[in-house]
């Protein structure tokens, strides 16, 4: 599945669906981040994915985790909500065309080692201070520097 | 259009429809909370309901408080994320049954009178030592008890 993200682009498709989905910035005792370099567009990201029915917004956080870098972990506070119209995303395979909408949460790990899985080619524990020298999505990039801004209220945008 | 809302209960119907929305504790310098007093099921609220396509979810805040009870606010905080998968709300009408997911912000009134809508018989500042007398819906009343809580950190569930 290819996935496109579209900014302010007067040329983006325009928005079908809106799925809430959540990221995790897992930080380690040495404050490294967890960090996938995901395989459909060759980005790298923080773990997460869509919620499913039956399933709290914080149970997303923590199976997303689980299944795209084998680490285990636990939720402990929020970075912030994201929504933000301009931004869509479109997969390519069945012209779905999503509107943002992630709540970004801390988490600390409690087990499990990185491992790799089909959407994600490799697992790592990033050190803070060189994360921004990765390659990224924008979006990704503005929460991962609002966490490490240490905002104290959440971002709401 | 009928809504019920069921919790943890067995014979409840399965959730089939995901849908983010926004609730809004609008606080005037009195210290009074915007009620509403809901055409549809009888009982007090907050304002506030599903995120449109094109929107943020801010955007859906001050659209839905506008829409049900005249007045203009500004968000100005967060009370937290509200997505119990035990929490379902039936709408009769069509059989949609919706997994509860609200976020649930602060804002302060900039204007506009309190109008009652179809969807609101009363709107009313209600002092916020009262509040807690009116006839809600558990999930509502929940909320409430979080922002007159003063938490420091937004509540996850």
Same mark, same amino acid.
């Given at each position: 599945?290819?996935?496109?993200?579209?900014?302010?682009?007067?040329?983006?498709?325009?928005?079908?669906?809106?799925?809430?989905?959540?990221?995790?910035?897992?930080?380690?005792?040495?404050?490294?981040?967890?960090?996938?370099?995901?395989?459909?567009?060759?980005?790298?990201?923080?773990?997460?994915?869509?919620?499913?029915?039956?399933?709290?917004?914080?149970?997303?956080?923590?199976?997303?985790?689980?299944?795209?870098?084998?680490?285990?972990? +636990?939720?402990?506070?929020?970075?912030?909500?994201?929504?933000?119209?301009?931004?869509?995303?479109?997969?390519?395979?069945?012209?779905?065309?999503?509107?943002?909408?992630?709540?970004?949460?801390?988490?600390?790990?409690?087990?499990?080692?990185?491992?790799?899985?089909?959407?994600? +080619?490799?697992?790592?524990?990033?050190?803070?201070?060189?994360?921004?020298?990765? +390659?990224?999505? +924008?979006?990704?990039?503005?929460?991962?520097?609002?966490?490490?801004?240490?905002?104290?209220?959440?971002?709401?945008?």
């Amino acid at each position: 599945m290819t996935r496109i993200d579209h900014y302010d682009d007067p040329d983006a498709p325009r928005a079908n669906s809106l799925v809430p989905s959540a990221n995790v910035v897992v930080v380690n005792d040495d404050g490294d981040l967890l960090m996938i370099h995901r395989t459909d567009n060759d980005n790298w990201a923080l773990p997460g994915g869509a919620m499913d029915l039956g399933e709290s917004l914080i149970d997303t956080a923590v199976r997303e985790t689980k299944e795209e870098t084998g680490i285990d972990c +636990r939720v402990t506070g929020l970075v912030g909500i994201y929504t933000d119209p301009k931004h869509v995303i479109h997969y390519t395979s069945d012209d779905e065309v999503r509107q943002e909408f992630s709540v970004v949460f801390v988490a600390r790990p409690t087990g499990g080692q990185p491992t790799p899985s089909s959407e994600t +080619r490799e697992v790592m524990w990033v050190d803070r201070r060189v994360v921004d020298d990765l +390659r990224m999505d +924008r979006s990704m990039r503005l929460r991962i520097q609002h966490y490490l801004g240490g905002r104290n209220t959440p971002y709401l945008g």
